[in-house]
């Protein structure tokens, strides 16, 4: 069992910038991991993922050239949100997985997630 934990979510002004960090209890054993977020009255939305041995980054299209992921050790992978909008407002979750060929983008691919961490961007 892998535990998630993120944290650097606050409140922003538009156009400003944030950055997410998800601590791993380990990661020895994951493949991929990957951020999501969720707003309100809508599904939970694939923003990005990295293949964790190799650093190969995927993104979605609505954060594609804002946000960027990294690992920041072997424990800690970062989202660093840059230009941010109103419509980027919703609880961003991480999540993990120890399974090779997965669908990145699919929530159903991932068995370990954290607790989210709120983002509110300010017009």
């Known amino acids: 069992q892998v535990q998630l934990v993120e944290s650097g979510g606050g409140l922003v002004q538009a156009g400003g910038s944030l950055r997410l960090s998800c601590v791993a209890s380990?990661?020895?054993?994951?493949?991929?991991m990957a951020w999501f977020r969720q707003a309100p009255g809508k599904e939970r939305e694939f923003l990005g993922a990295?293949?964790?041995?190799?650093?190969?980054t995927s993104y979605g299209d609505s954060v594609k050239g804002r946000f960027t992921i990294s690992k920041d050790n072997e424990n800690t992978m970062l989202m660093q949100m840059d230009s941010l909008k109103p419509e980027d407002t919703a609880v961003y979750y991480c999540?993990?997985?120890?399974?090779?060929?997965?669908?990145?983008?699919?929530?159903?691919?991932?068995?370990?997630w954290g607790q989210g961490t709120q983002v509110t961007v300010s017009s």
């Open positions: 990295i293949r964790w041995s190799l650093d190969i």
């Open positions: 380990d990661t020895i054993s994951l493949y991929y």
């Open positions: 999540a993990a997985s120890p399974i090779w060929g997965i669908s990145v983008d699919s929530t159903t691919s991932y068995p370990y």
